[in-house]
Structures are given as structure tokens and as C-alpha cells.
């Protein structure tokens, strides 16, 4: 009786997208507009009260941006996405929508630098407390919740250095803890590893990275997995309780299986404000459409490109998963058997000087602080994004003196290999 | 039949073809979620025919309501139960005692009861459970994109729209299954 699911790479064309209802235009357009028109006065109403599905103001949702929240809710198996301005912007949303001062969350302590700093500076301000656990050590997550905890944050493949994080150990804690377990999918896309299929209750994304994949456009997004119970305990009363904001709706009980997404929308989109321009909405949906294809090859220069470093006598190490040796090697091949992403990192027996020098040798690879671009990127945090640290902060950080990041592009694999390799003896 | 999943086609056979809907257990009150499928699907151009024996006399949205289903004087072709459960086995035996008896039972989302739905159909109703109209027409419609939702449907073809307006859409669009939600749906069963 259930139509056939359609596969990877037709979701990514296609899912989200129609032809234009008034002007059968087969690419989305680019809905370049603040504000739309109600059909008359009781429209409108119905639209304020969230009793229609529909267009009333950009802040709120957009035509092009729904396109590619459907589209990443698709990929990711969930029920619903909500596009915003930023990775963070996403980040911070999903927190608005479960904590309340004096709350906390466990969050993996191999994350993205900026996560790191949002979690342990601006979320003080709300009163948001993070408390850190080891992906390395499972029962650090156990020992760490709390009554007041209201999530846990991980990354599937944490960046900068390979590290894959064991999502459904990880979600059985948050299971036993009756709290929702929040995963950052941005390095391993939904290509390579669907966290809502080992557990994980809400996906965020930086779209900026691979998604969006040239480099071009900033964005975020949050996957609803529909799999959550907001009601069971009554601990999440944006979810649960009568909004003031909306006369009095229960969110959970009036959307159901979508309703953590609306929750974000309605509730912190609305209100906190970081809406995605539809301009950059169509930039990122144009990339998501040869996703399957890019990151196919982004994984499979990044391994070319790390067994060669492997072997290469100035390279005293080389940390990522695909490598069969690599400690997350088993890892990898449960969670992103089609390959182990793009950016990692490795170590200069040279140390410091030769960092500098290598990123100012190469000719192909761009020397900057992005990730996941067509383009071969580069850059040695000591003396760049981690410069402020003290040497004992930076090996802490995984940013040690001889440390060197790559994020692979999808350039032919060999002319990437040449340049890294004139750049070491050069 | 399996009422786990239901296809899309069937669906769409149901809200395509039903026009009169009596809507038993509908609130007067504008914030809950009975009012926000009633005044929807009102809007959407069915006759919806509220049924509430707390209201019956009043108004809803200019619609009267009725105390149960034998006192709507006219044919209804849907019955939609927004009560819990534990009380659906009784509106679906009134449903089929109705003459002429109403081709569809529609069961709220959370609402579900196997053992009425069997009887239901022996007598040669269709029955959905634990599905909300409201949803089902967004998703099929491709209103529900709107917001962001997974509608798990594809579409090459243009959607029509719905009479006037330019917010409205038919429920008359071609589609083909889109990317499935089978995590949620099996935390909800998880969840029962």
C-alpha cells in the first residue's frame, strides 16, 4: 500500500521542490520578497494563529527557504527542518526551545571551536550552563546529567580532526535520561551518516560546509526527527505548555510529530530573529542537488590525499578515520561506511615553522578558515584561528604547534597531492 | 486492512471525494486543535458539521452544532472522531448505525481502535486511524511544505491551486512518495 521511497540522490533534486504553482518555473525561484499578501482579513487570521499553513513575512518563513527546509528534512529522515541565518543561529534555537536559566546540557568536548565558544561564553548570558563529557569515555555523558539537564550535544564527525562520535551509545544515554539527543551533522552530511537513524532526536547544520558545498552562501538548519515525547514529563513547556505568545496553543499536542520545528520557528525564529536570506536559500539548495555526487568524491580525494601523507617523511602523523589503523577506523565503518568526510588533520615533524611554511608554499590549496568547499583548504590554527592560546591550550584544543587542517576539495586528486607535496620541500 | 501506514493514493481517494464531514467532538475554543482542523478544513470547502453535545445549539465558525450524529438531519459522506480512544468504539458504532451510513470513519491523530475499525469495515466503511484531515490535505496539497514539514511527497507536475486565492492548494496534484519519516514513526509506536 506505501508508495516506494525514492532514493539519495532523487530526494536531493527534487524533495521540497515543484514547479512554481503560478508560473510553472521549474528551478525554485528565489522569492526575493519581505512580505506576502493574505486573500482577505480572515486569512490572515488564521495564518497569525497558525491554524493555515503559509507566507506572511521572510523573519517567519519563505517560499525558497521551505524548499530547502523539506529538502534537509527529507535527506535526514526527519519530519520537518527550519532553515536559519547560521550554523550558531541553528545551534541557538534549538537550545531556546529547550532550556530555561539555571538549565544545562551535556555537550562532547570534541567540537567545532565556535560551538565550543558559543556553549561556554555567549550561553552564559541566558543562564544556559553547559557541562563537558569525553565521546571517548560513554559513562562521561552518564555522569554528567543532572535533574537540570535538557539535551545532550554531540557531533557525528567532529571537526577539526576526524573524530567520530558512537551516536547510538550516546543516544541511549540521552534515552535513559528522558532528555533529546541534538547531533551536528555538518562534516558527515546526511550522505555519509543519518544520526536520526542511530537515535538522534534533532539534526543541526552549518549549510555553509558541504551542503552547500562551494563556498559561496552562510546558513543553517535544524531536523526535526519526530521522535521525541515533549509531553511525557512536562519539562519542556515550550513544547507542552499553553503559549502566551499564541492565545493559549500547546505545540506538541496541536503539530504533533513536527512540532519541535514549529516550536523553533514560531517561538525563537520569530522572536530572536536570524532568518535565512532566500538568496542564500537558493545558493545552498542549488549545491544540495549534486550533494550525493561531491561528496562522494570529496571522501574519496581526502583518503588519496591522507594514505600519501601517511607515508611522507616531514608527516609525523595523520589523524583520519578511513585509514585503517586510525583509532576510529571501527567507528567510521559503522557510522560513514561510504567514507570518513573530508577535513582532518595532521603533524608536521617540523612543528611550528613548517606549518607557517607549508601554508605559505601552496599554490592550489586556499589558505582560510572555511571547510567544505569544492576548493582544497588549508590552514594552521597555531598561528591563525588558535594564535590567542598558550601552547598548552592549543594541543588541549587538537591545535598543537605541528598541527595542520585540510578540508579536501574535489579538484583531481593528483593536482591536490602535487601541491601539498612542492609545498613540504619547497 | 493494515492501518499502520496507508498510501497516499488512499488518502487522497478519501479528501477527494468526501464533501460533508461530521466533526464529532470539536471545541468552541480557538486554541485548541479540533477548532484548528475544523476551521481549516471549512476553509478548504468541505461542509463540516460540528458535533459536540456541550455546544449543541450554539454555533461554530456559523456552523450548528449537534449533540451526537443521529441528529444531523442530513447524509454525512465522513465521520471524524477527535475524542480520545477509550470513546472511539462508541462514535463508530453510532456512525454505523446512521442511514444512509457514512462511506469513511476517520480517527484523530492519537486516536485508534482496532476492534471498531474491523466492524467498520465488515459493514463496508473505509477507515483511517490516528491521522489528523488537517495534516493529511497540507501534505498532499503541498500546503504543509509551507512550513518547513516533510511532506514524503515528489512532484514533477505543477500543484493546482484551490479556487481563489493564492494561498490555497488543490488537493488534484500528481505525486509520487517522497522521503519517509520511519524514525518518528517508529517512536510513536514505541511511545503507545
Known sequence: MTERTPGFATLAIHAGAQPDPTTGARATPIYQTTSFVFDDVDHAASLFGLQAFGNIYTRIGNPTCAVLEERVAALEGGTAGLAVASGHAAQVLVMHALMTPGDEFVASKKLYGGSINQFNHSYKNFGWNVVWADPDDIASFERAITPKTKAIFIESIANPGGVITDIEAISNVARRAGVPLVVDNTLATPYLCRPIDHGADVVVHSLTKFLGGHGNSIGGLIVDAGTFNWSREGRYPMLSEPRPEYQGIVLHETFGNFAFAIACRVLGLRDLGPALSPFNAFMILTGIETLPLRMQRHCDNAMAVAEWLANHNKVAWVSYPGLSGDRYHNLARKYAPKGAGAVFTFGLKGGYEAGVKLVSNVKLFSHLANIGDTRSLIIHPASTTHRQLSDAQKTQAGAGPDVVRLSIGIEDKDDIIVDLEQALVG | ?192
Open chain 2, 1 to 192: 486492512m493494515n492501518h499502520d501506514t496507508y498510501s497516499d493514493q488512499y488518502i487522497r481517494g478519501i479528501l477527494n471525494t468526501v464533501k460533508t464531514i461530521a466533526m464529532v467532538g470539536v471545541s468552541p475554543r480557538e486554541n485548541r486543535p479540533s477548532y484548528f482542523a475544523f476551521k481549516y478544513l471549512l476553509e478548504r470547502g468541505y461542509r463540516v458539521i460540528p458535533v459536540n453535545p456541550g455546544q449543541a445549539g450554539k454555533d461554530i465558525l456559523g456552523q450548528k452544532v449537534y449533540a451526537t450524529l443521529a441528529d444531523i438531519p442530513e447524509p454525512v459522506d465522513m465521520v471524524d472522531i477527535f475524542r480520545a480512544s477509550q470513546f472511539a468504539a462508541a462514535v463508530v458504532d453510532e456512525a454505523l448505525a446512521l442511514a444512509p451510513r457514512p462511506r469513511v470513519i476517520w480517527m484523530q491523530l492519537g486516536v485508534r481502535d482496532d476492534a471498531a475499525a474491523a466492524r467498520a469495515e465488515a459493514a463496508g466503511v473505509k477507515v483511517v486511524m490516528n491521522r489528523c484531515p488537517k495534516i493529511e490535505y497540507g501534505r498532499l496539497s503541498s500546503e504543509i511544505s509551507w512550513i518547513g514539514v516533510n511532506s514524503r511527497t515528489l512532484s514533477s507536475r505543477r500543484a493546482p491551486l484551490l479556487g481563489k486565492g493564492v494561498q490555497r492548494m488543490s488537493l488534484d496534484r500528481q505525486t509520487t512518495g517522497g522521503g519517509s519519516t520511519g524514525a518518528s514513526e517508529r517512536a510513536a509506536r514505541e511511545q503507545e
